[in-house]
């Protein structure tokens, strides 16, 4: 059983986003780049998968070199293989873009199952799971937090909303796109992360520059006006409890 | 309750059954509860009465309960050592009596603290667990009769290890705790032959009252006859025991140490030594050699080196070296191996299991392994065990247990923080430390703020505090902020108190602001190593594009990284606690002390700064000189400082610790406060014949103005303390400052934002 | 000629979903009245009347045994076959786990353009424009939907249901259904979320927890404001994966949508897919201490002080009105 997880890079929300000067675009001095938590969680279901059944798991990266931190972290964590695709070619634009470069490598890989985040919060051209899908010729089932192996098949726990699930029969190979794993995302020892930097090797493969068509342009990205936020209530506890409760009660809710 | 029940279930029941009533119970009600007739009832009550202070209020029958407890009183120190005294026999009886353990709940109610309550209750609740063994009761009474009335009694007796059980009539002279064991023995006469013998309580089977009485000797000096004893016996002549330690640091610690009055220590060629001794009955140390682990070999005699090796290849693994298994290597070993290699680590191998790092670790009660236990454990050759349980991140890091041990084994270091790294490296932790160790890694602080606003509590300062990357000079001191004291929106009104110190004494400095990591201290002693290298690394070259004379800081814990760790990855710079700082320019900080506080103040001694680094005086010299300041200590101070709970990790294990151990230790350290402080109001509240009143009330006005406060010098501290204030019930007069916010109280720099 | 604006209906167990009406209105929204024209692509067995309540000028309902249910690997050909037999100018998918699992792949597929995540669609000129929120709604952003065809998934709540209903059916057209056989994906059944709890969907005041309620014991200070208030706990994503709350309390795309008459979001940033269950609420007060918080986008009321903080002085208070 060999599953393969693709993963991104996004930017760190905790810091303070800046539009480029173009108007158009993040400013990418600024801020540093995450692991998306999505495909944290996919990585985490492939290693429940491999602890469970004996998969290998096959971690892809694309993109800038923290890339690289990312996928020693994921050995340390019990991934078998890392690839790293297309070091040398800029950030891939878009998700049509990324659906591209990881579908070449991963249709030579030949794998029984792709688990990939469900979203990342940088995709204004959509999640890359079902594109990649697409282009691998897979069926592609998301909001994916459960995923049992069979022969030849998988069931799915997908989620809807009101709290229901579905059970979903899918046949492999196939594309998952992974809403949360069914443990939270475990802990690697940086001790771990280090011998894997020097044990583990990743596999360089290059690429040519994607196309990236499929996505609108941008004309326009800022931030929310201030002047559609809420009205704050300021004091202390004390005077912020009171006014509260006296708006509960001008609402009739008390 | 039925016929069965001794006399002495029956007067403890009876004694339960009156306290636990207000309004106390008729002759007829008890009757019935304890099911014996009303003639007993006040026979019984006549009996108590001798012993509890027993009231009678028409028909009905109480014990007063503030007359119940007044015969001790004891004042700080002396509480102290006692309530130590309970703690270490709490922990190594495994199985307490129910007497001891009720003189146990009296005797912790007489240290007039709150933790005492909590003592209390962990007596009963380790009593809860057992049954009340009524065969064990009788025996006791038994034994107490005879003893306190020179009765002769008969006994039938099991020896340890042995099948046959013996019977004799003996002479009890008096008790002895075991000298290496956890039982008790009774010392008496056998009056089937000459001599003295030793029982041990807990093997006499069955004991009944004969109806002779016997001559006390005139002088019974224990100590002495205990030296003939364990030399005696009765009528078989003695057995050598002969062990061998081959293990040089152990030999050393056999020969410096007394363990039976009549041993005799040989040194052997190869460093290591023969030890003998004359003993009546050698099965009594069984465990005692067995604590040696696998570096004690029994040369003699050969039945009992057969037994200890039937008893190690039951716990597999462990064996000695005259066996006949060769060692396995199972983890327990290569752990216990690893221990060995640190420094100092071979002091494991003389653990005596006296239990005094259990006894002093504030949290030892709610942990399922406990330090003694987890030693054990290892060299039982089980300590997968140990990391199969959570409890190790119960510990806090407060070295407790390390200034106490007799033989100085590094227990917070050595085995503490080494298997809370097992058990980060097998990805066994609690999310919120695993958020915190994930956050440190990720933005250089566990609270998982950005790192380019590490400065931001200093942006509206005037004069400017000077930023190494941007200020491009050389500085006099760098100040190494810390984590919590950059974000954490409480701890920055101590940091920005310091920095008007500093600014009012023209000290040059500067601070590295987003360039400045955490100092990795407490996630290096919550078991991440790694990362702690990582994040030292980091700051090591952010330290070395600057020139500056020494280092200050405002955190413990980073002035213990600083100075004693750091320099073993090459980052050697002089570092001072900023308390140390300021106490060498008293003399300057004096004459700008201008306003008065009026306030009582206790100090908490941060475990890393005192018990650690031996760092006592400096914050005291500080707080002496603020003019008004009455400074009190706490009846935990100095090394035996309370640790607030944060080292270790524990700063981000509260919601776990807190569901283990039921109680915070902040909360506990702010009841000390209150108490010493006097913030729990107990100056005003005897109540004052008329004649007094007025000076009396002025003497409250005067006492309640005064402010009553925690001191504190430690980043986490403040946050943890106020947070415990909420929680306590009375304790919303305290208030919690750190040293620095006081003095610039008192030089009236400017509170507020700046 | 005027451009064709298509809306792929969802539908979950014989129901038409809510969000249904928002594509519709979205739809309108994008179209000029009397010139475009809406088409509601209907998909499912036996449910031609499901859409008789949609605002659209016609419906396309194509039936078929397996596409009863939704299942990706059904309505993906049947609707990429929709697209090009009409080529419309602009494809609205809900952006959930019925949309979003399809309308990539058919952007792959088709080779067309797709816009995730949409807030609104307007005309401006002869151009359809589109607002995206991005970066967990810290970023908006703004463009031009590409022509010819456009695939765009709209956020649940951008726009009122209630403007997307009619008072007169559309007219139904049947499409026959291509050949749906060896399909990959089945669905083999539902599984009800945990019974006998609160039904949060129906209580008029809901105090919310998110993770800065930090700890699972500190969820007793929200209950106990709820019970001073008379209203229910609630939770957002992180609480219930945390397992502190069942997820019958979750609120949020993969929970409940709820409008209460209150809803205090105690320690929530307001994550998009938190605020598509709440948005619609009458009076949303966001208690934070980041100001920056996305919840005070759509807060009217916010404070600013900790939640562990407030929550017992405010229950005490709330509980001293209700008495004096």
């Known amino acids: ?254 | 309750m039925s016929a069965g029940m001794s006399r002495a279930l029956r007067l403890q029941r009876l004694e339960e059954l009156l306290l636990t009533s207000c309004d106390g119970r008729t002759s007829q009600e008890l009757a019935s509860m304890l099911d014996v007739h009303r003639t007993t009832v006040w026979r019984d009550i006549a009996e108590l009465s001798s012993q509890v202070p027993v009231q009678q209020v028409g028909d009905r029958y109480l014990i007063d309960r503030r007359d119940y407890l007044s015969n001790v009183r004891l004042n700080k120190g002396e509480s102290l050592m006692l309530y130590l005294a309970l703690r270490r026999m709490l922990r190594r009886g495994s199985k307490l009596p129910p007497m001891m353990a009720r003189a146990m709940e009296k005797l912790s109610l007489a240290i007039r603290h709150p933790s005492s309550v909590q003592l209390a209750e962990s007596i009963q609740i380790a009593q809860r667990e057992q049954p009340t063994d009524v065969e064990r009761a009788k025996v006791w009474e038994v034994l107490l009769q005879g003893w306190m009335e020179w009765i002769t009694v008969r006994i039938r007796y099991q020896g340890y290890g042995r099948t046959v059980v013996e019977e004799h009539e003996i002479e009890p002279y008096f008790f002895e705790p075991a000298l290496l064991t956890e039982g008790v023995y009774l010392v008496g006469r056998c009056r089937q032959g000459t001599g003295l013998r030793m029982f041990e309580v807990e093997r006499i089977l069955s004991a009944s009252l004969t109806t002779r009485r016997f001559e006390r000797p005139e002088d019974i000096v224990v100590d002495q006859m205990l030296k003939h004893l364990w030399g005696i016996l009765y009528g078989e002549g003695m057995i050598e025991v002969r062990l061998r330690f081959h293990d040089p640091v152990l030999a050393e610690r056999v020969r410096k140490t007394v363990w039976l009055p009549t041993q005799e220590v040989r040194d052997l060629a190869d460093g290591g030594v023969e030890w003998s001794a004359q003993v009546s009955d050698p099965f009594e140390l069984v465990p005692w050699i067995r604590g040696w682990g696998p570096d004690c070999e029994v040369l003699e005699p050969p039945d009992l080196s057969q037994s200890i090796t039937q008893i190690e290849r039951e716990y597999g693994g462990v064996t000695m070296t005259t066996a006949l298994h060769t060692r396995t290597a199972s983890f327990s070993q290569s752990f216990y191996q690893s221990l060995l290699d640190m420094l100092d680590g071979e002091r494991i191998r003389i653990c005596l299991q006296c239990s005094s790092c259990s006894g002093i670790c504030p949290h030892g009660l709610a942990m399922e392994y406990h330090p003694r236990k987890m030693i054990a454990a290892l060299r039982a050759g089980v300590f997968d065990a140990v990391l199969g349980s959570d409890s190790i991140w119960m510990c806090v890091s407060c070295y407790a247990c390390t200034e106490v041990c007799p033989a100085k084994i590094p227990v917070t270091v050595g085995l503490m923080t080494r298997t809370k790294e097992e058990m980060l490296l097998s990805g066994n932790v609690p999310p919120e430390l695993q958020e915190a160790l994930e956050r440190s890694q990720r933005y250089g602080n566990p609270l998982g703020e950005s790192p380019r606003k590490r400065a931001d509590w200093a942006k509206d300062f005037k004069p400017e505090i000077p930023i190494m990357a941007r200020a491009n000079r050389p500085v006099d001191v760098l100040w190494f902020v810390g984590d919590y004291a950059s974000y954490h929106p409480r701890v920055q009104h101590s940091t920005r108190a310091f920095a008007r110190i500093l600014q009012a004494l023209g000290v040059d400095f500067g601070i590295l602001g987003p360039e400045e990591q955490s100092d990795g201290d407490s996630q290096r002693m919550a078991g991440e190593r790694g990362l702690f290298e990582m994040l030292a690394t980091k700051n090591g070259q952010a330290f070395a594009k600057y020139r500056f004379s020494e280092i200050v800081t405002t955190d413990p814990h980073a002035y213990n990284a600083l100075s004693n760790e750091y320099p073993k990855l090459g980052v050697s710079y002089p570092v001072r606690h900023y308390t140390q700082f300021l106490a060498e320019r008293l003399p300057d900080l004096k004459p700008q002390m201008k306003q008065e506080l009026s306030a009582t103040v206790a100090f908490h001694d941060p475990c890393y700064l005192g018990r650690v680094n031996g760092v006592f005086e400096e914050p005291r010299q500080l707080l002496r000189a603020i003019p008004g300041v009455e400074l009190v200590e706490m009846s935990h101070y100095r090394e035996n400082s309370l640790c607030c709970g944060a080292g270790g990790g524990g700063m981000w294990l509260d919601g776990f610790q807190w569901e283990k151990a039921g109680v915070r230790l902040s909360e506990w350290r702010i009841g000390e406060a209150m108490r010493a402080s006097g913030a729990d109001g107990a100056s005003l509240r005897p109540p004052v014949p008329a004649k007094k009143r007025r000076a009396k009330a002025a003497q409250v006005a005067r006492e309640q103005e005064r402010d009553r406060i925690l001191a504190v010098a430690c980043p986490y501290e403040a946050p943890r303390f106020e947070d415990a204030v909420k929680m306590v019930p009375g304790a919303d007069k305290l208030l919690v400052k750190d040293i620095a916010e006081l003095l610039a109280d008192c030089m009236g720099l400017q509170r507020g934002e700046p | 000629m005027g451009n064709e604006i298509f809306l792929v209906v969802e539908h979950l167990r014989g129901q038409l979903r809510e969000l249904s009406y928002t594509l519709a209105a979205a739809a309108r929204a994008a179209s000029r009245s009397g010139e475009d024209r809406v088409t509601a692509a209907l998909l499912g067995h036996g449910a031609e009347h499901l859409a008789d309540e949609l605002d659209v000028d016609q419906v396309l309902y194509v039936d078929h045994p397996a596409l009863a249910e939704f299942t990706s690997d059904a309505y993906r050909p049947v609707l990429v076959g929709l697209i090009e037999a009409h080529r419309p100018r602009a494809v609205l998918f809900g952006d959930t786990t019925i949309g979003a699992d399809v309308a990539g792949g058919i952007s792959a597929r088709l080779g067309l353009p797709l816009v995730s995540g949409c807030l609104a669609l307007w005309q401006e000129g002869a151009q359809i424009q589109y607002l995206c929120k991005v970066y967990a709604g810290k970023i908006l952003v703004e463009g031009e939907l590409p022509g010819p065809t456009a695939l765009v998934t709209m956020i649940p709540g951008a726009y009122r249901p209630e403007q997307g209903r009619a008072a007169h059916p559309a007219e139904v057209k049947s499409v026959s259904a291509p050949t749906l056989e060896k399909l990959r994906v089945r669905l083999k059944g539902y599984v009800e979320p945990e019974v006998g709890d609160v039904d949060i969907t129906r209580e008029p005041i809901l105090i919310s927890v998110g993770r800065g309620i930090q700890r699972q014991d500190n969820i007793e200070l929200a209950q106990e404001l709820a019970d001073a208030l008379a209203g229910a706990v609630c939770a957002s994503r992180p609480v219930v994966d945390h397992g502190w709350l069942p997820t019958s309390r979750l609120v949020g795309k993969s929970g409940k949508m709820v409008k209460p008459k209150l809803y205090l979001a105690l320690g929530i940033s307001g994550a998009p897919e938190h605020m598509e269950g709440m948005s619609e609420s009458e009076l949303i007060i966001g208690v934070n201490t980041d100001p920056s918080a996305p919840i005070f986008g759509i807060a009217r009321f916010g404070v600013g002080v900790d939640v562990l903080d407030l929550l017992p002085v405010l229950s005490e208070k709330v509980r001293a009105a209700k008495a004096g």
Request: hydrophobic letters at 45%; one cysteine or more; glycine letters at 10%.
């Open chain 1, 1 to 254: 059983m060999n599953v393969v997880v693709p993963v991104k890079l996004v930017p760190d929300l905790v810091e303070e986003l800046e539009i480029a000067p173009s108007g158009v675009a993040l400013d990418t001095t600024f801020g540093c780049l995450v692991l998306n938590e999505f495909d944290e969680h996919a990585l985490e279901q492939a290693l429940l998968l491999k602890e469970r059944s004996g998969a290998t798991v096959t971690v892809l990266a694309a993109g800038p070199e923290a890339a690289e931190e990312v996928l020693y972290s994921a050995a340390a964590k019990g991934a078998d293989r890392l690839v790293r695709i297309g070091a040398d070619l800029p950030r891939p634009a878009n998700s049509h873009a990324l659906a591209r470069l990881f579908g070449a490598a991963i249709r030579e890989m030949a794998p029984d199952l792709v688990l990939i985040g469900v979203q990342a919060h940088d995709s204004l051209d959509g999640p890359i799971g079902p594109m990649l899908a697409e282009g691998l010729g897979m069926p592609y089932v998301g909001y994916v937090s459960g995923v049992t192996l069979a022969d030849g098949c998988c069931t799915v726990r997908k989620e809807y909303p009101g709290g229901m699930t579905a059970e979903v029969e899918v046949d492999l190979p196939a594309v998952l796109g992974i809403q949360a794993a069914e443990q939270p995302p475990r802990y690697v020892a940086i001790s771990k992360v280090r011998q894997a930097m020097k044990e583990a090797t990743i596999e360089q493969q290059t690429a040519a520059e994607p196309d990236a068509s499929g996505a609108a342009a941008v004309s326009r990205m800022y931030k929310p006006e201030t002047g559609q936020r809420a009205i704050m209530i300021e004091g202390d506890i004390e005077a912020v409890a009171s006014g509260l409760v006296d708006i509960f009660r001008e609402q009739g809710l008390l």
